[in-house]
């Protein structure tokens, strides 16, 4: 089975954001694999080893998304695959990298592609759904079970905490939700081995793209963080007389009930 | 500059969700004047296209066949898109719900367009559509324009304000027969898991547990106090990862992200995956045992104390409030 899996490297959940000159300050914070991603990789690997095949695993970004990509190659991924837009292409957006990703799997024999439902960073969700579209195969968002019988796939989705049974067919495209698996960490003869494992590179000329081609449809015009939420208000006193004062302060001062 | 904005009304179990009210408020700000056009897909849903208009839109287009009882990407996609196909319009929106989230991708891939996701405000501003959505899981904020193609954009749910509804608009309600087919997704079961009542997204009020409430149990005391209020249940992942409840009730980094009026977070420590997901909520309450706890630097009122102790006395309190007001 021919196994891909979408990865994108993002910032440390642990990061604070800090701003400078309008723009995310990128400096000294810690990336790491989406933790979706993560979800995403874990399965197509039990996959790999449960029905034989390959995993590839693909990432669009800049050259420092190779150490995410030996990270999965440690966890157990054959392949990588890191596509270098950074000296083409200066605003993306989600159109931009599904046009990119669906131009380099159209020349290929997919079977399954898996991502994670959204990424951290962004959080729009998009990009495993148009890359389904633009492949023309059927695809289910936010899953939490895979089973696969030959090209017949059960999956389960979860739809703001009800789950759904759906049955659908190879190939086809899926992303996942937390609880789909229990993402390892890398093993120490793991991580040697990846070292070994292919990286390819490719850029927009590798797959016959211009700039034109993937230019944004949509642009950020400005970054900003939310207004800093002071420290309120610790009551004291007897219990009782801070939870009358609580509810009197949440009615009448806060009016929220 | 006015333009043609379709909203997709979401159904769930029989009634429009509030989101599709938000949304139609949405698209009267990207309309400029300009129709406002609701669409219902379904497989008996024309009585709400009524509706749709009290709450601002100016006409209704309905799609119903029995393939499109439940959601599919692929007959809700076709439905969509023979809508699109017969108004032509200049902008889109829909709520960022499970539907929205799963359908609108879909939709932008096949009109090659650009999708504003999870948008929550829209306003007009230097001649430009601005919608304005949280990125790092509300850690930031994006000012976000269209520059090429159609205005297409996801709104979440709770965040921009509904027209109020006005039962003596009218407006015309036609529907446009699509022949559904070829489905490649086929849903088999629904096994319903979501607390009854209450949706979390769109919660005004919300009670979150954490580790603190040590078991399954413990959420009870939190479940009482929500239903007081009219509220849903949340919880840190802390609390889903020592299995007291289920994943689809996690709020944070990597669960939800909610914005209620109040959020009560109780034996939650405020780690900063969790603080993403609730700390633009407009009033926080922290009930932990700990003085020293991250979440009293959030919290706009804090009680140090017990849970056990405190949640079910909160409970009584706000009972007396509503017995007097
Ligand atoms: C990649 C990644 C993603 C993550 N995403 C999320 C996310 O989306 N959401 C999330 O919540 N976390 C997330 N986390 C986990 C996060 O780092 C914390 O581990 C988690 O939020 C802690 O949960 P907690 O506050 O319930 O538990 P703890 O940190 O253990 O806190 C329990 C609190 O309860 C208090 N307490 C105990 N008993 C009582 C009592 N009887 N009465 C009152 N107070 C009491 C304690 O004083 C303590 O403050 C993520 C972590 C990683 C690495």
């Known amino acids: 089975m021919n196994i ?19 723009k995310i300050n990128e400096d000294g914070a810690e990336f790491i694999i989406n933790p979706y991603d993560e979800y995403a990789i874990e399965e197509a690997i039990q996959v ?72 951290i960073d962004g959080g729009t969700g998009q990009v495993g759904p148009r890359v389904a579209e633009l492949l023309n195969i059927p695809y289910v968002t936010t899953i939490t079970k895979l089973d696969i019988d030959g090209t017949k796939v059960t999956v389960t989705r979860d739809v703001e905490g009800d789950s759904e049974i759906i049955e659908t067919s190879l190939p086809l495209l899926v992303t996942a939700q937390q609880g789909l698996n229990e993402p390892r960490y890398p093993s120490l003869p793991g991580i040697m081995k990846a070292k070994k494992k292919p990286l390819e590179e490719l850029e927009l000329d590798d797959l016959d793209l211009e700039e034109d081609d993937v230019e944004a449809k949509t642009k950020t015009i400005e970054i900003f963080l939310p207004p800093k939420k002071e420290a309120g208000k610790v009551l004291s006193g007897e219990l009782t007389d801070q939870v009358k004062e609580l509810v009197y302060l949440l009615h009448t001062e806060a009016k929220v009930v | 500059m006015s333009r043609k ?15 599709s009210f938000e949304a139609i408020s949405a698209a009267k700000t990207v309309a400029e004047g300009g129709e406002v ?24 287009v309905i799609v119903e066949d029995e393939k499109l009882k439940q959601y599919t990407s692929d007959g809700y996609s076709q439905a969509l898109l023979a809508v699109i196909d017969q108004e032509k319009p200049e902008g889109i929106i ?29 306003e007009v501003a230097g001649g430009n559509v601005v919608f304005t959505r949280p990125i790092y899981s509300g850690k930031a904020f994006e000012k976000k324009i269209v520059t090429d193609g159609i205005i297409f954009a996801t709104v979440r ?25 070829d489905l490649r997704t086929i849903i088999k079961e629904v096994v319903r898991k979501a607390a009854e009542g209450v949706d979390l997204s769109e919660a005004k009020v919300i009670v979150s547990g954490g580790r603190g409430v040590k078991s399954a149990d413990g959420f009870k005391p939190l479940k009482e106090l929500a239903d007081v209020l009219g509220g849903a249940v949340g919880a840190s992942r802390g609390a889903c990862d ?84």
């Open chain 1, 4 to 22: 891909y899996v979408l990865m994108k490297r993002t910032f440390d959940t642990e990061e604070k954001i800090v701003l400078s000159g309008g």
């Open chain 2, 157 to 181: 749910p709770n965040n921009i304000a509904p027209l109020e509804k006005d039962e003596s608009r009218n407006g015309e309600v036609a529907s446009l027969s699509v022949d559904i087919k």
């Open chain 2, 37 to 60: 056009v609701g669409v219902l897909i379904g497989d008996a849903v024309s009585a709400l296209g009524s509706e749709l208009i009290k709450y601002g839109a100016d006409r209704v």
């Open chain 2, 94 to 122: 829909i709520g960022h719900t499970a539907l929205g989230k799963d359908l609108s991708p879909r939709i932008a891939g096949k009109l090659s367009s650009g999708l504003i996701s999870d948008a929550t405000a829209v």
């Open chain 1, 48 to 119: 790999r080893d449960a029905h034989g095949g390959e995993v590839t695993v693909i990432s669009v970004g800049n050259e420092e998304a190779e150490k995410q990509l030996r990270t999965a190659l440690a966890m157990g991924a054959d392949k990588a695959v890191l596509i270098n837009t950074e000296d083409d292409i200066e605003n993306s957006d989600q159109y931009t990298t599904a046009k990119v990703i669906a131009e380099y799997l159209k020349e290929k024999e997919v079977d399954l592609i898996l991502g994670g439902n959204v990424a």
């Open chain 2, 5 to 19: 904005v379709l909203v997709l009304g979401e159904v769930r179990e029989g009634s429009l969700r509030n989101v």
């Open chain 2, 242 to 325: 020592a299995e007291y409840c289920d994943y689809s009730m996690q709020i944070g980094q990597t669960g939800k992200v909610v914005t209620p009026d109040l959020y009560i977070a109780c034996g939650i420590s405020g780690a900063i995956q969790h603080l993403a997901g609730m700390s633009n909520s407009k009033v926080i309450v922290a009930i932990n045992k700990d003085p020293e706890a991250n979440i009293f630097k959030v919290a706009d009122y804090g009680i140090v104390g017990d849970l056990f102790e405190v949640v079910p006395m909160l409970t009584e309190e706000f009972k007396k409030l509503k017995v007097h007001s």
